[in-house]
């Protein structure tokens, strides 16, 4: 009876769990889970004959059947050489082939070309923009178009394009919405895209899919799929918050802390996104991108953007671009005893490498 009961129980824990991986709300994850049953059952064109085979001839040549063929002599099939490398040959050109395909059009970069099977984007459609940031350990979400912020809770609308922009605080992460696409990492100082869609509402789970140290586990959020009126609904919610992200309180959500609860912002510091990502929010910090456009300015005047002059320049002449002996004139060289000929045999150093004589010299 306790086993029937725990078996029972058991089945009814798997029925409730939802498999967002194979079972997806959004286009761009179900052409995923598609690409991914397609290689399956490519795959399983050879895996399952060669295991039925083994069996097969395991049971047919084993040691009591009397009446298998025995052909010690025997070494070669055309036959059956050309099903052995046909066979997975073909099966290995249609796995490109559908790679290939998605790969290029499930780009996480490319703007999505339908919300769902059979249905087109409309040439009007206005992408809903999601600016992600993966702190420690949290994640912060902000929508430029609404001017709101969220801690650890996502709000997307159904059936709208989505265009995400993603970067890390101080940590390589990783943000996924199983539902929703693929992961896609998250790195400081650094920006990558996705583009995705989510056809159904309800709630999902949104994670970080790479270990960023202590609060890793904790570092989850929650996906709420709402139609056209309930996510206006719930930007004015956010919106009533009342709480503003100002500098002075980015300052503090950004100290490491762990299993936070979500959080609304009506309002956020401008260009906070921009900063976070060019790594400068706090006061006398150099911009990535300003240093790296003053950098690519010197570089078009010759100059070195920021090493120190070489040792070898000689004379007058553009820093950094500064030629070393071997390229120079004799008459650039000068005199010296090591300018010339080579030092006469007997001189120490030039015998033998093993010669005491060679002891003691720098």
Known sequence: MIRAGLSVAAVALLGACHADVLQPSGDVAAQQRDLLVAAT????????????????????????????????????????????????????????????????????YRPIARLDKGQAVPANAQPLEVDVVAMDWKWLFFYPQYGVATVNQLALPTDRPIAFKITS?????????????????????????????????????????????????????????????GFDQWIGKVKSSGLQLSNANYYKLEKPSENVKPIAFSAYAPG??????????????????????ADMMKDMRGESPRSP????????????????????????????????????????????PSDQKNRGMS
Request: aromatic letters at 8%.
């Open 272 to 293: 906070l996104y921009d900063r976070i990502l060019n790594e400068c929010t706090h006061p006398g910090e150099p911009c990535v991108a300003d240093q790296m456009k």
């Open 169 to 229: 605080t101080s940590i390589m992460n990783s943000f996924y919405i199983p539902a929703l696409a693929g992961q896609i990492y998250a790195m400081p100082g650094m920006e990558t895209k996705l583009h995705a869609v989510l056809n159904d509402t309800g709630t999902f789970n949104g994670f970080s899919a790479n270990y960023s140290g202590a609060g890793f586990s904790g570092m989850h959020f929650k996906t709420l799929g709402l139609d056209a009126g």
């Open 309 to 352: 002059a070489p040792v070898n320049v000689t004379g007058p002449g553009t820093i950094g671009n500064a030629e070393g002996a071997l390229f120079k004139s004799p008459q650039e060289k000068g005199e010296g005893k090591n300018v010339g000929e080579p030092p006469a045999p007997g001189t120490p150093g030039n015998i033998k």
């Open 41 to 108: 059952l490519l795959m399983l064109l050879i895996i399952i004959p060669v295991m039925v085979l083994t069996v097969i001839v395991a049971w047919r040549y084993r040691e009591s059947n009397e009446e298998a063929t025995y052909l010690p002599d025997w070494d070669h099939s055309t036959a059956l050489e050309l099903v052995i490398w046909s066979a997975p040959l073909l099966i290995i050109i249609c796995l490109g082939a559908i790679t290939w395909l998605g790969t290029h059009t499930l780009d996480p």
